[in-house]
């Protein structure tokens, strides 16, 4: 289920390096606020080797037990935490094993850690995150192993920041950030990228966008609309340094319309230091997406 729907399911990328400690932190806040299930997946990659086909059988059966040791300890932590809990322990490549994972509970969002230092890391990105982005059938959340630390720090309460820009997974964007706005209780800044062409004309896109997915009057949590000129990528750069929001929504197609081999995803997924939820058309149905966004003021 998505999350406008009622997160029930969420699965975890979960490394043996530590690499994964802070997705699974965010992980734990959203299974904790949502009461959903936790589901731990690590993927034996036999492309680490020369060749599928000469990887040791003790070696892959090594790496098992170690794996298994590692994810039944942080099993036995969420399980403390009172967050039901699962592992799973596959051979394959790292996006097609969490892909496969996600269907197969039926989650709601995937969660994995990246590098962190300079946002994501464009070789992560590109490897992984992207692919996974878009193969996945729920949304994905991206978080930089130092996240909370640095410039880009979230502030206590940090708002939700979603990047409206649209497409055909734009009202699934709105349903999500609306989501977590309304159950954390974030103030909710919904951010339009303004090209050369409607700065030239002094269009203000702000109106017109909020209404048609929405995003009406109300009171259970605060809505501020901006609009930034630049490209999507820059205009949300700014607007994280600005506001230091807790997490960025944005809808993603399934395959990009951009000039060279990456889009919007690759830009905001790279140069993000906050954590990066990614959403696919298919994450909301329709009928819940006009009932979600309430307030609504602008700056």
Request: proline share 7%; charged share 15%; hydrophobic share 45%.
């Amino acid at each position: 289920m998505s999350f406008a729907t009622g997160l029930k399911t969420i699965v975890v990328a979960t490394a043996l390096n530590g690499e994964s400690e802070a997705a699974l932190g965010y992980a734990r806040k959203l299974a904790t606020h949502y009461g959903a299930r936790i589901v731990l997946a690590h993927g034996l990659d036999p492309l680490e080797y020369a060749a599928v086909n000469a990887v040791p059988g003790r070696v892959l059966n090594d790496l098992s037990e170690a794996a298994r040791a590692a994810l039944d300890k942080l099993t036995g932590d969420l399980l403390q935490a009172g967050i039901h809990s699962h592992s799973e322990i596959r051979q394959g490549t790292v996006a097609q094993t969490l892909v496969d994972v996600a269907r197969q509970y039926e989650a709601g969002l995937i969660v994995i850690g990246t590098e962190g230092m300079e946002g994501a890391g464009p070789v992560v990105v590109g490897a992984v995150a992207e692919q996974l982005v878009r193969l996945s059938p729920c949304p994905v959340l991206a978080v930089a192993a130092d996240w909370n630390a640095g410039a880009f720090r979230p502030v206590p309460g940090g708002p939700v920041l979603l990047a409206m820009e649209l497409n055909e997974a734009t009202p699934a964007a709105v349903a999500t950030a609306c989501s977590l706005a309304k159950i954390f209780q974030r103030t909710l800044l919904v951010l339009h990228a303004r090209g050369p062409a409607e700065a030239a004309a002094f269009l203000n896109p702000r109106e017109v966008t909020l209404e048609e997915f929405g995003i009406h009057p109300g009171s259970e949590f605060p809505v501020h609309s901006i609009v930034k000129d630049g490209t999507p990528a820059d205009a949300t750069m700014e607007a994280i340094a600005q506001y230091h929001p807790c997490i960025l929504v944005a809808g993603v197609k399934r395959a990009s319309n951009t000039p060279g081999p990456h889009g919007t995803a690759f830009a905001l997924l790279a140069r993000s230091r906050v954590p990066v939820l990614c959403v696919p058309p298919e994450a909301a149905p329709a009928s819940v997406e006009h009932e979600a966004c309430l307030p609504l003021a602008t700056t």
